[in-house]
C-alpha cells in the first residue's frame, strides 16, 4: 500500500505544480482522477487486509466520488434550472470539488500505508 500512496503522492504533487497554468493542470486531473480509480479498486479488492477505519475512509471517498460524477453529469446536461448563467462556476467549483476529492483520497491511503 506504500507503493499505491507514493503513486498517488507524486502525481498530485504533479498536478499542484501544473496550477500554475490552469488548463494543463485540469487536463491532468485527467491522469490524476485515472490513478486513483485504479488505486481506489485496488484498495477495494484488499478489503478485508485493512483495517476498519480505512474501510470507512474508502467509503466515504466512494460516497464522495459518486455524488462528485452525478453532480458533474447534472451540470453537463443542464439539468440545473436556474435563472442566472451560472454553468461558468458550477464547472469551477466542480474542479475544485475534485481537487479536494483527490487530497481526501490521498488522505485515505496515507492512512492505509499507515497500517
Known sequence: ?????????????????????????????IVLGCVQIISSVWLTTRWRET????????????VAAI???VAFFLVLFRQLNLEYDTSRYVFIILIVLAGILAFLFTGVLYKASRE
Open 51 to 62: 483495517s476498519p477505519t480505512v474501510r470507512k475512509l474508502n467509503i466515504y471517498h466512494l
Open 67 to 69: 455524488t462528485l460524477l
Open 1 to 29: 500500500m506504500k507503493t499505491a500512496y507514493r503513486i498517488n503522492l507524486i502525481v498530485l504533487i504533479i498536478n499542484c505544480c501544473l496550477a500554475i497554468e490552469l488548463p494543463t493542470a485540469m487536463l491532468f486531473m
